[in-house]
């Protein structure tokens, strides 16, 4: 089956610093990716939708200069954290979906945890 | 926009007995989709079961089938003969025919009790 890998799992950096997430694609073309968060014991939350080649679509309350996501090839999304604070800690899950198949189901990543101290 | 509700932050149920989870929702589109994800401690997001609105036929798979009721706007998924293995978090999500505004529930936290 269609199988999505992001790295790193997990995360620790301090406040100020910058992060980037990525989010792979390994045996098939994502046309189009997924960025989720989801905070301790609560539903995942879109955060951003992106195609490749173009411009990512940010959710209403979502910080687009904060949150950089670039998706420059079809098997690639990065998802970049910019000037992290520890409010910004939480479990970041990319999904990923291959519009040129049959199916709408979207495969999703395992997730990366991020800690800001 | 459309909304997901799950009305049940947490059940449990017994092994081998049947539970069911509930899941509403509010949409003006008459195509979409709607599925069942299971996220286990590890917290990978498994797909449980999807049903497309067009189709009036319950979906099944293995021990989970959904009931589909269109009209009432709701989507409850029934786990039969529940084993250990199917503790975890429950969540219901909508999505429209775009593929680009799926949408979660908060959640069910189900516990199977030996």
């Known amino acids: 089956g269609a199988v999505v890998s992001q790295h790193p799992s997990w995360v620790i950096c301090k406040s100020g610093t910058s992060v980037k997430i990525e989010c792979r694609s390994l045996d098939f073309q994502a046309t189009t990716m997924f960025w989720y968060r989801q905070f301790p014991k609560q539903s995942l939350m879109l955060m951003a939708t992106s195609n490749e080649g173009s411009k990512a679509t940010y959710e209403q309350g979502v910080e687009k200069d904060k949150f950089l996501i670039n998706h420059a090839s079809l098997t690639l999304s990065t998802l970049t954290v910019t000037s992290a604070h520890p409010e910004d800690s939480s479990f970041y899950i990319c999904s990923a979906s291959a519009q040129n198949e049959a199916s709408v189901e979207q495969y999703f990543g395992p997730g990366t945890r991020l800690t800001v101290t | 926009a459309q909304t997901v509700t799950q009305s049940q932050p947490e059940m449990s149920v017994q092994e081998a007995e049947t539970v069911t989870l509930s899941c509403t929702y509010d949409?003006?589109?008459?195509?979409?989709?709607l599925f069942w994800y299971k996220q286990p401690p590890s917290r990978q997001m498994i797909l449980v079961i999807r049903q497309e609105a067009y189709k009036q036929q319950n979906a099944t798979e293995n021990r989970f089938s959904v009931n589909f009721q269109k009209a009432a706007k709701s989507f409850s998924l029934k786990i039969s003969d529940s084993q250990l293995g199917d503790t975890a978090m429950y969540f219901c999500a909508f999505m429209k025919p775009d593929y680009n505004d799926m949408r979660f529930g908060a959640g069910t936290r189900l516990t199977v009790k030996p």
């Open positions: 949409t003006s589109e008459s195509n979409y989709y």
